[in-house]
């Protein structure tokens, strides 16, 4: 489906097509490093110029409402992953890895969640957040370098995981929201799963095989399709 879209995108806006490639390559030229990207510049840049535009977090080449689609799925499998374990979002506390735009929050308020952090690496978007979600908090940490504050019923990473390139600073990252889960806890994590494959400075596949590793002691839910990716849950053994 991706290829076809792209197929048709060219078709379609051959010259958006050619603008999109010329940012990207002056983008590899200004953030990629030898190990990974400055990835802190980068979304600081992305966030500033697209604000709540869901291009800053989502896909370039498609529109709002394309865009929003892929999110209102993405919500609809957390929350279906959230009533298979069994977690009353009225009662839980949230922690909201790379919150971005606010969608998640968004979904954890109207499923009458109260209990909510969300951190990212860039605060952009933060004053914006603060106004439409005033009984929630935000703070600016970077989870592949940065300790995460407090203990979280619930800790939810939605297609941030391939954006962390570096392999050290993705281990820390998963280290990171393992050591701050409550024991009871659950993770809920979409990302791209498959043969290790770098696609962009900012974008890698990995094989759920490392996940596996990484969260070895814990059960992992069979993982569900989402818009090319995969999302799943995980949950310490008892």
């Known amino acids: 489906m991706t290829v076809m879209r792209k197929l048709r995108k060219l078709v379609s806006d051959p010259l958006g ?21 400055r990835a802190e ?8 110029k697209y604000g709540f535009d869901l291009r ?6 498609m529109t709002q409402e394309q865009n929003q689609q892929i999110l209102d799925e993405g919500g609809r499998l ?10 009353n979002l009225e009662e839980v506390s949230m922690l909201d890895v790379g919150c971005g735009t606010g969608f998640y929050a968004g979904v954890f308020r109207n499923a009458g969640g109260k209990k909510y952090l ?22 600016k940490v970077d989870v592949s370098t940065q300790e995460i504050p407090g203990f979280y019923d619930l800790i939810i990473m939605m297609d941030v995981a391939q954006h962390i390139t ?13 050591k701050h889960l409550n024991p009871q806890g659950v993770i809920i994590i979409s990302t791209s799963i498959g043969s290790y494959k770098r696609h962009s400075f900012y974008n890698v596949t990995r094989p759920l095989a490392i996940f596996e590793e990484v969260f070895k002691g814990f059960r992992m839910s069979e993982p569900l399709p989402f818009c090319g990716n995969k999302m799943f849950s995980i949950k310490r053994i008892d």
């Open 118 to 139: 969300g951190i990212d690496i860039v605060d952009v978007l933060f004053d914006g957040l603060r106004l439409r979600f005033r009984d929630f908090n935000f703070k």
């Open 41 to 48: 510049e980068y979304w600081q840049e992305r966030h500033t």
């Open 56 to 61: 800053g977090v989502g896909a370039f080449d």
């Open 166 to 178: 570096d392999e050290r600073k993705f281990r820390y990252a998963m280290e990171n929201i393992k």
């Open 17 to 37: 097509v050619l603008q999109n490639r010329i940012n990207y390559f002056r983008s590899t030229l200004r953030f990629k490093v030898k190990q990974g990207y």
């Open 78 to 87: 957390m929350l279906g992953l959230c009533n298979r374990e069994n977690i």
